[in-house]
């Protein structure tokens, strides 16, 4: 019985799709989503009830002609598959096609042949003739493998040109993407020199220390450390920033890969503003409503610990009561909402702590 209904249903949605698409609907303002919302309608009505069809009668041997019981189930259902595809892409081509697409022009040619219609119709009628009791063996069983394969194998050319245009296009969409990419680095790059050109000795330092970065390109890179470096007193301004309640973590980034030409002056203010860093995190963590894995990977921590170890590995021994009470701040309890998040830069602290056993 559920095999009857199905196929009933099957049929009905088959004939919705093909009355719905028999004539050219008006793609503007509202009409455009009633049409949408119709053809999904009848599209993934076929789709669905012509699925519970083919699994009722593969259950119950409707199929047994199409091929020996090993091959049987997966040749079934990859028929159900293509011709599923074909089906709905068929209707929805016939009317919706863009000429600067990069589908194959096939898929539109068999659309408007009414592709929607007959390509499931050579699947559709072995399927309603190997109901039980329908009379299949009434017909010869080289007409219905006929019917079927030749459904099957148009519905497999027709999906094999879907996977050819999607690819075509998803390519296209990537070199797009790679170069519009290509351009907003080029233009961020070439905004950034002259951000850095445009900097006056007189203007505060901090202005150029996000430029001198480790992972900043070379002429950026350069181009900010002799702007830095024009300052008279330019260690001194730098120091004086590690002695600020804020604008330390910005000197962290340029001191880790630049040296200092006077490392054991930096020595006390760095651990200074470590501790004022622990406070800060211990401070976040309590307050914070919106606590995430990667909440305190930008306050400069790993380029604190690289510079430690670049610039001032004879000195460990000075830091590492602070980096201690760094790692005790990132393990401040949580409110109870956020108990379950682990901040990923603790996991860095922990190996620098860990290289640095006293």
């Known amino acids: 019985m559920l095999a009857y209904i199905f196929a009933v249903l099957t049929t009905v949605f088959f004939?919705?799709?093909t009355l719905f698409t028999a004539s050219k609907p008006s793609l503007v303002g509202e009409n455009a989503m009633g049409y949408g919302l119709g053809l999904f309608f009848w599209g993934a009505g076929f789709v669905l009830t012509s699925l519970i069809l083919t699994i009722t009668l593969n259950v119950r041997g409707g199929f047994d002609w199409v091929a020996q019981a090993g091959a049987r189930t997966p040749l079934v259902f990859f028929a159900w598959l293509v011709v599923a595809l074909a089906t709905f892409f068929c209707a929805a081509f016939k009317w919706e096609w863009h000429s600067d697409t990069l589908y194959p022009a096939f898929l539109h040619g068999l659309a408007v042949r009414q592709g929607q219609f007959?390509?499931?119709?050579?699947?559709?009628?072995?399927?309603?003739?190997?109901?039980?009791?329908?009379?299949?063996?009434?017909?010869p069983v080289t007409l219905l493998k006929g019917s079927f394969w030749v459904g099957m194998g148009l519905s497999a050319v027709f999906s094999g040109g879907l996977l050819v245009g999607y690819f075509r296009e998803a390519a296209q969409s990537a070199e797009v993407e790679m170069a519009q990419r290509a351009e907003q680095e080029d233009r961020l790059h070439r905004e950034n020199l002259e951000t850095i050109a445009a900097q006056k000795v007189d203007d505060p330092i901090v202005n150029l220390l996000g430029y001198s970065g480790r992972y900043q390109p070379d002429d950026v890179k350069q181009a900010a450390l002799a702007k830095i470096k024009a300052h008279p007193n330019w260690e001194a301004e730098l120091i004086a920033?590690?002695?600020?309640?804020?604008?330390?973590?910005?000197?962290?980034?340029f001191l880790d890969g630049n040296a200092v030409e006077?490392?054991?002056?930096?020595?006390?203010?760095?651990?200074?503003?470590?501790?004022?860093?622990s406070d800060t995190i211990r401070s976040d963590i309590k307050d914070s409503n919106n606590l995430q894995h990667w909440s305190f990977d930008m306050y400069g921590i790993d380029q604190l610990l690289r510079a430690l170890d670049g610039q001032f590995l004879n000195r460990s021994l000075d830091f590492h009561p602070n980096i201690v009470k760094l790692q005790q701040a990132l393990n401040t309890p949580k409110p109870e909402r956020f108990k379950d998040v682990r901040f990923s830069i603790t996991g860095t602290v922990d190996q620098w702590l860990a290289a640095h056993k006293k």
């Open 241 to 253: 920033l590690l002695d600020s309640d804020w604008r330390y973590k910005e000197v962290y980034y």
């Open 118 to 139: 007959w390509i499931p119709l050579l699947w559709l009628i072995p399927c309603l003739l190997s109901l039980p009791s329908a009379g299949s063996s009434l017909v």
């Open 262 to 277: 006077h490392p054991e002056q930096f020595v006390g203010p760095l651990n200074a503003s470590i501790g004022r860093l």
């Open 15 to 17: 004939i919705g799709l």
